[in-house]
């Protein structure tokens, strides 16, 4: 279902990046493609044999900090994490209708925070590439807080370094498991984002609020 937002009493707008602001695509055909194709050339498996390891070692720390962590892909995986990045950052880009949301935000008075799970080195690069830095009032990462969004313990560390009233703040994330944590800390207003990955097709809306893409939360009235 469309959210139908009572921006009046949201003063706080927390953003994810990778899937929500940003298409999933990059980081999809990262490790789906290119990161089992260098790891195949670099330890002499055929490329099924490579994404079927690389898929296991990703899956068995999934949502923890050293599954977002590029130093730790890079020890694990003995390959330079962040020149393969760089291979492919062409494919790095903005969802549709993002930056309108964004300056209607900033229009509004809006507190406009991003919360990302990535590696600093990762969300520098995308803010290189982006240019998305300038219309968020800060950024925070993960890695710098020690924990990630699907840990229960985040969300005070963030309110730490970034106060904010739960009852008047807004969350749009892609992940399920990151809004369920963010709802059972309090934050009213939550939505899910349908189409992280631009190549796949939309997910079916679950349990939250949910877009297709930020033109359905316009206006910010």
């Known amino acids: 279902?469309?959210?139908?937002?009572?921006?009046?009493?949201?003063?706080?707008?927390?953003?994810?990046?990778?899937?929500?602001l940003?298409?999933?695509?990059?980081?999809?055909?990262?490790?789906r493609e290119l990161v089992p194709e260098r790891?195949?050339?670099r330890h002499g498996?055929?490329?099924?044999?490579?994404?079927?390891?690389?898929?296991?070692?990703?899956?068995?720390?999934?949502?923890t900090l050293n599954w977002y962590c590029l130093d730790y892909w890079a020890r694990d995986l003995n390959l330079d994490i962040m020149a393969l990045k760089r291979e492919i950052d062409h494919l790095i880009a903005v969802h549709p209708h993002v930056l309108e949301f964004l300056d209607a935000l900033r229009l509004a008075g809006k507190r406009v925070v991003l919360v990302t799970n990535a590696h600093q080195d990762s969300l520098a690069l995308k803010?290189?590439?982006?240019?998305?830095?300038?219309?968020?009032?800060t950024m925070i990462c993960a890695h710098d807080l020690g924990l990630v969004k699907e840990q229960p313990?985040?969300?005070?560390?963030?309110?730490?370094?970034?106060?904010?009233?739960?009852?008047?703040?807004?969350?749009?994330?892609?992940?399920?498991?990151?809004?369920?944590?963010a709802q059972n800390y309090g934050i009213a207003w939550l939505v899910s984002a349908l189409r992280p990955d631009s190549a796949d097709p939309p997910r079916l809306p679950a349990g939250f609020p949910?877009?297709?893409?930020?033109?359905?939360?316009?206006?910010?009235?």
């Open 1 to 20: 279902m469309t959210p139908r937002l009572p921006w009046p009493q949201i003063r706080t707008v927390l953003l994810d990046m990778d899937g929500t």
């Open 22 to 31: 940003l298409d999933l695509r990059f980081d999809n055909h990262f490790w």
């Open 39 to 41: 790891y195949a050339e």
């Open 45 to 63: 498996l055929t490329l099924d044999q490579a994404r079927a390891e690389v898929r296991a070692r990703t899956q068995a720390i999934e949502g």
């Open 127 to 137: 803010m290189e590439k982006t240019r998305l830095a300038e219309h968020f009032d």
């Open 153 to 181: 313990e985040f969300w005070p560390r963030l309110q730490d370094v970034e106060p904010f009233d739960p009852a008047t703040t807004l969350l749009v994330d892609d992940n399920l498991d990151i809004l369920r944590t």
């Open 210 to 221: 949910a877009i297709h893409d930020f033109s359905e939360l316009l206006p910010v009235v």
